[in-house]
């Protein structure tokens, strides 16, 4: 059973930086897109970045430069470097991965986050 696990979140002063990661487990056998998304309250889901299996990256005009997604394809584990970190930050980060396993090739979501920007 495929598994996406997020960990890193937690309270951070504006300018701070976080770091979090995302595992991913159970019978994969290629992951093709590994991506982030956050949703704030009362707001609608929206895409932070994205990174391909070949290390291509694209990310959302409003984190550019200040966020950095990675990942490590022999732990089947990505990673977002938040930096410089503002209030309007603040949400649930989600991890979201399109991979394959024996039979099938879907998208998996993770369970989230919380990434609370405050002084």
């Known amino acids: 059973q495929v598994q996406l696990v997020e960990s890193g979140g937690g309270l951070v002063q504006p300018g701070g930086s976080l770091r979090l990661s995302c595992a991913a487990s159970?019978?994969?056998?290629?992951?093709?897109?590994m991506m982030w998304f956050r949703q704030a309250p009362g707001q609608q889901r929206e895409l932070v970045a994205i990174?391909?299996?070949?290390?291509?990256?694209h990310y959302a005009n409003f984190v550019k430069g200040r966020f950095t997604i990675s990942r490590d394809s022999a732990k089947n584990t990505s990673y977002l470097q938040m930096n410089n970190l503002k209030p309007e930050d603040t949400a649930v980060y989600y991890c979201?991965?399109?991979?394959?396993?024996?039979?099938?090739?879907?998208?998996?979501w993770g369970q989230g986050t919380q990434v609370t920007v405050s002084s």
């Open positions: 159970g019978g994969i056998l290629a992951i093709n897109v």
């Open positions: 979201k991965a399109n991979l394959r396993t024996i039979g099938m090739t879907r998208d998996y």
């Open positions: 990174i391909d299996n070949g290390g291509s990256t």
